[in-house]
Structure formats: structure tokens, C-alpha cells
């Protein structure tokens, strides 16, 4: 899911760090300060842009289900992981899915014997 803000300053509660895993989390796995990310860490002159990813636990049982229909959980628990990091609201959101995104030792084992 991406999370994009309308303007270029985000405020902050807590310097982030632009990589983060989620380990608490059985929904959201995931996620990156996308701008500052792609700009080497240094603070981007991009409007700032989240990427969250869900945990491959999440993302196998709910496959075959469109991105719309998983949105409002996924909103809710990505506001809810980044609510200590950053007061801003973001101004537009995208779900996104990816059936591959994240691979598992099931997934290879399976590709390998086909």
C-alpha cells in the first residue's frame, strides 16, 4: 500500500528511520519512508511517500482478495503502526497486489518440485 502525502513537510513525532520491520504486527510486515529511502537517507525535496507491506502470512490467505476489499484493514493498521511516527494524514492511498512480493521457503519448495 502506498501513502502519499500533498506536501513536502511531513511532521515528524520521531526522527524515523526511513527502513522499519514490523515483528508485532500479523497483519503489516513493513514499511519504508519511500522518498527519503530512494534518496540514500538524506531528506528528499519529494513529497514524502510511505510504502507498507503486509506479512506473507496475511498476504497468502487473503490472495485471491481484491485490493479494495482488504483496504479499509489495511488502512486501519498501517494508520495505526505509523500514528508514533508521523501526526500528517496522508492526502491520497493506494492498495497495491502484489502476488509475489514476498517469498517463502513453501513457495520455492513448490516452484522446485514442478
Known amino acids: 500500500m502506498g501513502l502519499f502525502y500533498d506536501d513536502k513537510d511531513v511532521t515528524f513525532k520521531t526522527t524515523p528511520q526511513f527502513i522499519n520491520f514490523v515483528s508485532t504486527d500479523p497483519v503489516i510486515r513493513y514499511w519504508s519512508i519511500e522518498n527519503i529511502k530512494r534518496s540514500a537517507g538524506s531528506h528528499s525535496s519529494e513529497p514524502c511517500a510511505f510504502v507498507v507491506h503486509s506479512s506473507t502470512e496475511y498476504g497468502a490467505k487473503h490472495v485471491e482478495e481484491t485490493p479494495d476489499s482488504?483496504?479499509?484493514?489495511?488502512?486501519?493498521?498501517?494508520?495505526?503502526?505509523?500514528?508514533?511516527?508521523?501526526?500528517?494524514?496522508?492526502?491520497?492511498?493506494?492498495?497495491?497486489?502484489?502476488?509475489?512480493?514476498?517469498?517463502?521457503?513453501?513457495f520455492i519448495n513448490k516452484i522446485l518440485r514442478s
Open 70 to 106: 482488504m483496504k479499509t484493514q489495511l488502512i486501519e493498521k498501517a494508520l495505526k503502526i505509523l500514528s508514533d511516527t508521523v501526526e500528517t494524514e496522508p492526502g491520497f492511498i493506494k492498495c497495491q497486489k502484489w502476488r509475489y512480493s514476498q517469498v517463502s521457503t513453501n
